[in-house]
């Protein structure tokens, strides 16, 4: 019944803009932190925002601050994060992720995962 499903990846250029969302079931948008992670090709599963259950706190990591922007509507029941001045460095599958605890900056505290959407950002 728990489900998170991702939309909004696409084949983009350097510098463009993007909005992915992540429609949740009721009870993990009104219960669960929520976030998302990215894995590009050869590399491990990585953090990238996280938000807090009322979204009054919010987390990046080192590489996006400053250009993305994650938020969520509750009454929605939907997760966005907005991602600006994209690079290639970017291009990866995004996960869109929630979790019981009070943060969620590391895989290890993920407890359900969407089923990603790619990115994809070109030189």
């Known amino acids: 019944q728990v489900q998170l499903v991702e939309s909004g990846g696409a084949l983009v250029q350097a510098g463009d803009s993007l909005r992915l969302s992540c429609a949740a079931s009721?009870?993990?948008?009104?219960?669960?932190?929520m976030g998302w992670f990215r894995q590009g090709p050869g590399k491990e599963r990585e953090f990238v925002a996280a938000?807090?259950?009322?979204?009054?706190?919010?987390d990046y990591a080192d590489s996006v601050k400053g250009r993305f922007t994650i938020s969520r509507d509750n009454a929605k029941n939907t997760m966005y994060l907005q991602m600006n001045s994209l690079k290639p460095e970017d291009t990866a599958v995004y996960y869109c992720?929630?979790?019981?605890?009070?943060?969620?900056?590391?895989?290890?505290?993920?407890?359900?995962w969407g089923q990603g959407t790619q990115v994809t950002v070109s030189s």
């Open positions: 009721a009870l993990i948008s009104s219960n669960y932190v």
């Open positions: 938000i807090s259950r009322r979204g009054g706190n919010t």
């Open positions: 992720a929630a979790g019981r605890g009070i943060k969620l900056t590391s895989s290890s505290m993920v407890n359900y």
